[in-house]
């Protein structure tokens, strides 16, 4: 019964193939978000969706684009994997951007770039 | 700009108290919120301050200081499955209200 599901869980992709990976929430949330999580550095932000076809970059966006068609979906893509991209990535999600209003987290995709 | 310190890592006894300490600077700050991560699994939502003071929740308690920008998370009668990374995350006003985190501080429980 989880409310966001991220798939796949693990993915290895060689050096300049494209990769997508999917977000898919069942709460209804407005808010959806793509982080990457390496040693070092915790969470950084790549882009969040405020709205269907709304987006904006995060942080650490060079490399990546989004899209989000729907309200249950967010698609992140590497437009041409590099081994810098190796990580894990999660989604959140969030009801509103209101003071106590928190993330929601998936269980994350670990994708490895040779 | 944003910055959020925290130690790296810690290490305490089973039954023991422990505080993990999170300093931040922020412009427009808009609430702090703690995760606790387990190795290999999504963050999960601990504790939630906006106002000064103490939010105690079981074993778990979080202070926050918003003129000294500075929280801490005070871990109680800890137990092994409490070794997990403790994320300190801030909320702006601007940025669609975003979650900046810090990188996280590793906990380690010893028997």
């Known amino acids: 019964d989880a409310g966001i599901t991220q798939s796949p869980r693990h993915k290895v992709t060689e050096t300049g193939t494209p990769v997508t990976l999917r977000c898919h929430q069942t709460?209804?949330?407005?808010?959806m978000y793509w982080y990457r999580q390496d040693p070092g550095h915790g969470l950084r932000l790549i882009h969040y969706?405020?709205?269907?076809?709304?987006?904006d970059k995060g942080e650490v966006s060079d490399g990546y684009s989004v899209s989000r068609s729907k309200t249950e979906d967010f698609l992140l893509t590497l437009e041409s994997a590099t081994s810098s991209q190796t990580s894990v990535y999660f989604c959140?999600?969030?009801?509103?951007?209101?003071?106590?209003?928190?993330?929601?987290f998936g269980s994350g995709t670990r994708l490895t770039v040779v | 700009g944003q910055n959020i310190d925290q130690p790296t890592e810690m290490t305490a006894t089973e039954g023991a108290i422990v505080q993990i300490n999170c300093t931040y600077q922020?412009?427009?700050?808009?609430?702090l919120f703690w995760y606790q991560q387990h190795a290999g699994e999504a963050p999960t939502f601990l504790s939630y301050n906006v106002l000064d003071g103490l939010e105690e929740k079981g074993r778990f308690s979080s202070f926050l200081s918003r003129s000294k920008g500075y929280s801490y998370l005070l871990l109680k009668e800890l137990q092994m499955k409490d070794s997990a990374s403790y994320l300190c995350?801030?909320?702006?006003?601007?940025?669609?209200?975003?979650?900046?985190f810090g990188k996280g501080t590793k906990l380690s429980v010893k028997p």
């Open positions: 969706s405020y709205g269907v076809k709304d987006t």
């Open positions: 709460e209804n949330h407005r808010y």
């Open positions: 922020t412009s427009g700050f808009n609430g």
């Open positions: 995350a801030v909320k702006n006003r601007g940025s669609q209200g975003n979650l900046i």
């Open positions: 959140a999600i969030s009801e509103s951007k209101g003071a106590g209003d928190g993330y929601t």
